[in-house]
């Protein structure tokens, strides 16, 4: 009997360096591996979407499909962007319109879909399951499209953010409306089964999903015996100076203000000299950071060494002597769980989350593997305590417990190979 015949639909593939990239790339990995039939259905890469310097390796027995899409405006879009003043610019509008509009800006991926019209009828004819990983909308719009094409394909329709339901878009109450009625008309109705990365955002899918809703975490590609050889480095003294790292996009609002505070806090009454510790920012998108460097009583403390490689960025992260994560404590980031913490907590160093709450899913996430600990935006002297512990030179704090075996549950392949049996059981039933 032949494997299943499986196309996944992503946007992010590489050489885009993205988060959102490594899922559905581990998916094709471990489930050719598993001896599935793998195609995957994604984008010709634009210059807006740089970063594009994530080179994995091929994968054999796996074929993928690139789509141009966009015409002359998108050819201009591309050339604006490669002007760094411009792109500066165009990231500056982007970051307005994500905190403010009230209506749905133009998305220029979504070309995409109509660039794939052609292929989907012969893509959905040979195939038994078609796996879509938002976002874009256009991944779920174009696996919409093959369960019209073939309604005998099993549609997985895959949410790492949510999307009319998405707590960071300042829609108006009619455009949240419009968009929902899109995702209804096509996930809600279609989709055989919906997968999420929380248990939050399976909760909130269930409003509205008639298919069948499965938790399906993210994770990292490292094994169990990788894992045991990053974990095994003994607890060390602090650097001098301290180095708090972030890596990745900073997303406003949730901005590291509140450990700025404690660090100027700990300077102005002499608990830290400036020097004892820095903030640093890796990455292309650290708008919100550049601004914050404005103030003078925080700029002794940031730095911004720009965007580095993945490579690079993984060594970072495990030379680091804390890692900092940053998100909301309001109410609607509950489920959030991104890519970043599993990054995170697979290299091996203690992190702090800055404006989640202990009950929300990074928390318990966090406790549950003994990685890290989080603090609310009004924790200062909580947060004082670990910065001055760690200035002590007291090694792995406390809380820094790992717990080899929760945290062995999120290997990719672990995941992939757990989705791929929920696959193969709904094709059997």
Same mark, same amino acid.
């Given at each position: 009997?032949?494997?299943?015949?499986?196309?996944?639909?992503?946007?992010?593939?590489?050489?885009?360096?993205?988060?959102?990239?490594?899922?559905?790339? /581990?998916? /094709?990995?471990?489930?050719?591996?598993?001896?599935?039939?793998?195609?995957?259905?994604?984008?010709?890469? !634009?210059?807006?979407?740089? @970063?594009?310097?994530?080179?994995?390796?091929?994968?054999?027995?796996?074929?993928?499909?690139?789509?141009?899409?966009?015409?002359?405006?998108?050819?201009?879009?591309?050339?604006?962007?490669?002007?760094?003043?411009?792109?500066?610019?165009?990231?500056?509008? !982007? +970051?307005?319109?994500?905190?403010?509009?009230?209506?749905?800006?133009?998305?220029?991926?979504?070309?995409?879909?109509?660039? /794939?019209?052609?292929?989907?009828?012969?893509?959905?004819?040979?195939?038994?399951?078609?796996?879509?990983?938002?976002?874009?909308?256009?991944?779920?719009?174009?696996?919409?499209?093959?369960?019209?094409?073939? @309604?005998?394909?099993?549609?997985?329709?895959?949410?790492?953010?949510?999307? +009319?339901?998405?707590?960071?878009?300042?829609?108006?109450?009619?455009?949240?409306?419009?968009?929902?009625?899109?995702?209804?008309?096509?996930?809600?109705?279609?989709?055989?089964?919906?997968?999420?990365?929380?248990?939050?955002?399976?909760?909130?899918?269930?409003?509205?999903?008639?298919?069948?809703?499965?938790?399906?975490?993210?994770?990292?590609?490292?094994?169990?015996?990788?894992?045991?050889?990053?974990? /095994?480095?003994?607890?060390?003294?602090?650097?001098?100076?301290?180095?708090?790292?972030?890596?990745?996009?900073?997303?406003?609002?949730?901005?590291?203000?509140?450990?700025?505070?404690?660090?100027?806090?700990?300077?102005?009454?002499?608990?830290?000299?400036?020097?004892?510790?820095?903030?640093?920012?890796?990455?292309?998108?650290?708008?919100?950071?550049?601004?914050?460097?404005?103030?003078? !009583?925080?700029?002794?403390?940031?730095?911004?060494?720009?965007?580095?490689?993945?490579?690079?960025?993984?060594?970072?992260?495990?030379?680091?002597?804390?890692?900092?994560?940053?998100?909301?404590?309001? @109410?609607? #980031?509950?489920?959030?769980?991104?890519?970043?913490?599993?990054?995170?907590?697979?290299?091996?160093?203690?992190?702090?989350?800055?404006?989640?709450?202990?009950?929300?899913?990074?928390?318990?996430?966090?406790?549950?593997?003994?990685?890290?600990?989080?603090?609310?935006?009004?924790?200062?002297?909580?947060?004082?305590?670990?910065?001055?512990?760690?200035?002590? #030179?007291?090694?792995?704090?406390?809380?820094?417990?790992?717990?080899?075996?929760?945290? #062995?549950?999120?290997?990719?392949?672990?995941?992939?190979?757990?989705?791929?049996?929920?696959?193969?059981?709904?094709?059997?039933?």
């Amino acid at each position: 009997m032949t494997g299943p015949r499986i196309l996944i639909v992503t946007y992010n593939w590489p050489p885009r360096n993205a988060i959102g990239t490594h899922r559905p790339y /581990a998916w /094709a990995k471990y489930w050719s591996n598993a001896g599935a039939q793998v195609t995957v259905l994604t984008a010709a890469k !634009r210059i807006f979407d740089a @970063p594009l310097d994530l080179h994995l390796p091929d994968l054999n027995g796996v074929r993928v499909i690139e789509v141009p899409y966009g015409g002359a405006g998108l050819s201009l879009l591309d050339q604006l962007v490669r002007n760094l003043k411009v792109r500066s610019y165009l990231k500056r509008v !982007r +970051s307005y319109l994500r905190r403010s509009s009230s209506s749905a800006p133009a998305d220029p991926r979504s070309g995409w879909r109509g660039a /794939a019209i052609p292929l989907i009828a012969e893509l959905a004819k040979d195939n038994d399951f078609v796996v879509s990983t938002y976002g874009p909308d256009a991944s779920h719009l174009i696996a919409n499209d093959a369960k019209s094409a073939n @309604p005998d394909i099993i549609w997985v329709a895959d949410y790492r953010d949510l999307w +009319s339901q998405n707590p960071m878009a300042g829609w108006s109450d009619g455009v949240r409306a419009s968009i929902r009625s899109l995702e209804e008309g096509s996930v809600g109705r279609n989709a055989d089964l919906v997968t999420a990365v929380s248990e939050d955002m399976i909760r909130q899918l269930g409003e509205f999903c008639k298919g069948r809703l499965l938790l399906a975490p993210n994770g990292f590609d490292l094994d169990m015996e990788d894992l045991e050889q990053v974990f /095994a480095s003994p607890s060390r003294h602090c650097a001098n100076p301290l180095r708090i790292v972030h890596t990745g996009t900073v997303y406003p609002p949730h901005g590291p203000t509140p450990l700025l505070e404690v660090l100027a806090g700990m300077a102005d009454k002499g608990d830290l000299e400036l020097g004892e510790v820095t903030v640093d920012f890796y990455g292309s998108r650290v708008e919100l950071i550049v601004q914050l460097m404005c103030n003078p !009583r925080f700029r002794p403390f940031l730095r911004t060494p720009g965007h580095v490689a993945r490579e690079d960025a993984i060594e970072i992260q495990r030379e680091a002597d804390l890692l900092l994560l940053l998100a909301s404590s309001a @109410p609607e #980031g509950r489920g959030v769980l991104t890519g970043k913490v599993f990054e995170y907590i697979s290299a091996g160093r203690p992190i702090i989350c800055v404006g989640s709450r202990p009950d929300f899913e990074i928390g318990q996430l966090l406790r549950r593997t003994g990685t890290g600990i989080v603090f609310d935006y009004n924790e200062p002297a909580c947060i004082a305590q670990v910065i001055r512990a760690q200035l002590d #030179g007291k090694g792995s704090p406390e809380w820094f417990a790992p717990k080899l075996e929760e945290i #062995g549950r999120y290997t990719r392949k672990k995941q992939a190979l757990a989705l791929l049996a929920e696959l193969t059981d709904d094709r059997s039933r």
